[in-house]
């Protein structure tokens, strides 16, 4: 399964410890290496790498969670968003992304995890967030006890793993 894998903010791509574990999967994964505060319109170069790549589902965190999330709004591609900041307001510091792309219906199928610690990406925030701008979507999210901002592979890989569970039987959704 091809997956696309959108970075944080503070990272450097894609980790070797979390590329092995993903692959572990049977994944097949897409990961650049985006430099978001130096280069200031990485939204399109992102959205090309998704038709270039054609992945079953992106993986984003943080200000990567944040791409991936209206990316996914706007092709209609299933996503898993760790910690997105989706507030583009605060993504605008370090990426011009349109407001208008909050006015594209949510793509049904994604998932949210947040860290129930984690103070970059409030979880409060944004679910407030999901609330007002798709009042009428039903949020799939997993707060995740003592988590902060970073995402332990453990975590990666078992979201990753119901994520996909979810993707081929969606009947039997068991997200827990």
Do not use: W
């Amino acid at each position: 399964m091809k997956t696309l894998y959108i970075h944080s903010l503070k990272s450097q791509g894609l980790s070797a410890e979390k590329h092995q574990a993903l692959s572990s999967l049977g994944l097949n994964i897409v990961a650049g290496t985006y430099p978001f505060k130096t280069v200031p319109n990485l939204f399109s170069t992102i959205e090309r790498d998704i038709y270039e790549a054609i992945p079953n589902f992106i993986i984003g965190s943080n200000i990567g969670g944040c791409m991936a999330f209206y990316l996914s709004n706007k092709l209609n591609v299933p996503a898993l968003l760790f910690n997105p900041t989706l507030n583009i307001q605060q993504v605008q510091q370090h990426q011009n992304i349109s407001a208008s792309l909050v006015k594209h219906s949510r793509c049904p199928f994604q998932r949210f995890i947040l860290g129930e610690k984690d103070t970059t990406s409030n979880p409060s925030e944004t679910l407030a967030f999901l609330n007002l701008h798709y009042p009428k979507d039903e949020i799939s999210y997993k707060i995740i006890k003592g988590m902060e901002h970073c995402v332990p592979v453990d975590v990666l890989v078992k979201q990753t793993e119901l994520f996909i569970n979810s993707m081929m039987y969606p009947l039997n959704d068991d997200m827990r």
